[in-house]
């Protein structure tokens, strides 16, 4: 369901390890400030972190999401206009979706991901809450162009992407998804997009440091993996999940610390890290609202309105994809 996790097609070397995973462990530990990529963190132990992540009282955006969701259905309904295709990118969750869809009653729904086990389980999932909702599930890399099904080729377009998960990506390949989601949808398409907001650091670092550890487990669970599926001998009880603030990106980053002097091996070769020395495993950007619309424009997709919670935690943004416009 992350967007983090979906941007290459798996290939397995002969002794089934995945080589994209390999690549990027090995020149990610290689490096000065070692680094290994989000979308490793979601295998299935990660995913169902991820899930228990979303319930801890500290971590707000997905509850913040859902209010926006419940309260503005009428107002989605009123811009988005009835009839659409909406397309989700990543296989919808199992309550923001049937929000959406109940608000503005389109004509189908195309959940996109590149995991087809995600993908057929969040398609049954809705035809048995929408039975009259036609369903064309497509399993694809939503980080390139996608060709759509057929059947919903001539219908106005409502792309999905909730949660936030553009903040895990670096604002040039955040650029490069808003792009080819506007190729995916065409000229005319709207797009509902979930952006989380800057706020006190102690509320965002506590948000990704929550007090049972269960985003220190998702966190370190990415070194598990790497053991297990890399031939690894990280002394996993000696790296400490860190949630820091970067205020320059204006982003959460998560990091492993070495607490002591370290040194192992992953797939045969070695790596020394010194105490105190980190692994950065994620960034979650955050946004206000000159920021979003930056963000937004600069993928080719201009802002129409944006919605709150309460709380004014969390953002969800309609922008519209308009024919470019020549300056001024
Ligand atoms: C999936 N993504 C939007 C989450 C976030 O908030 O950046 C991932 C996450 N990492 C730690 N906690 C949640």
Do not use: C
């Given at each position: 369901m992350n967007a983090e996790k979906g941007l290459a097609l798996v290939n397995l070397d002969e002794d089934g390890v995945d080589t994209a995973f390999r690549a990027d462990v090995l020149a990610g530990l290689s490096?000065?400030?070692?680094?290994?990529?989000?979308?490793?963190?979601?295998?299935?132990?990660?995913?169902?972190?991820?899930?228990?992540?979303?319930q801890v009282p500290e971590y707000y955006p997905t509850r913040a999401e859902t209010e926006i969701l419940k309260a503005h259905g009428q107002d989605f309904a009123a811009l988005i206009g009835t009839g659409r295709a909406v397309v989700e990118f990543g296989s919808g969750s199992s309550v923001k979706t049937p929000l959406l869809l109940s608000a503005i009653a389109p004509a189908a729904y195309i959940p996109l991901d590149i995991s087809g086990d995600f993908l057929r389980a969040a398609a049954?999932?809705?035809?048995?809450?929408?039975?009259?909702?036609?369903?064309?599930?497509?399993?694809?890399?939503?980080?390139?162009?996608?060709?759509?099904?057929?059947?919903v080729q001539a219908l106005p377009k409502l792309g999905f992407f909730p949660g936030s998960t553009i903040g895990?990506?670096?604002?040039?390949t955040a650029v490069d998804l808003l792009r080819s989601?506007?190729?995916?949808?065409?000229?005319?398409?709207?797009?509902?997009?979930?952006?989380?907001?800057?706020?006190?650091?102690?509320?965002l670092v506590a948000a990704y440091d929550d007090k049972a550890g269960v985003t220190?487990?998702?966190?370190?669970?990415?070194?598990?993996?790497?053991?297990?599926?890399?031939?690894?001998?990280?002394?996993?009880?000696?790296?400490?999940?860190?949630?820091?603030?970067?205020?320059?990106?204006?982003?959460?980053?998560?990091?492993?610390?070495?607490?002591?002097d370290l040194q192992f091996s992953v797939g045969g070769t070695t790596f020394r890290m010194a105490a105190g020395e980190t692994i950065h495993t994620e960034n979650s950007h955050k946004f206000n609202r000159?920021?979003?619309?930056?963000?937004?424009?600069?993928?080719g997709w201009e802002p129409q309105a944006r919605w709150l919670d309460g709380a004014q935690r969390f953002s969800l943004i309609v922008a519209e994809a308009k024919p470019p416009r020549s300056a001024p």
């Open positions: 490096e000065a400030q070692k680094a290994i990529p989000a979308r490793w963190l979601y295998d299935d132990a990660g995913s169902q972190l991820f899930e228990d992540i979303t049954d999932e809705l035809s048995g809450k929408f039975p009259d909702l036609p369903v064309y599930p497509v399993e694809a890399d939503f980080m390139r162009q996608v060709e759509l099904p057929d059947e895990n990506m670096v604002a040039r989601m506007r190729e995916t949808l065409g000229e005319g398409a709207k797009l509902l997009i979930g952006m989380d907001l800057i706020k006190q650091e102690e509320v220190a487990e998702f966190n370190r669970n990415l070194l598990r993996r790497v053991n297990r599926e890399l031939s690894g001998d990280i002394p996993v009880e000696q790296l400490v999940h860190e949630a820091r603030w970067n205020d320059e990106y204006a982003r959460i980053e998560m990091h492993l610390v070495a607490e002591v000159r920021t979003s619309n930056m963000l937004l424009l600069a993928g």
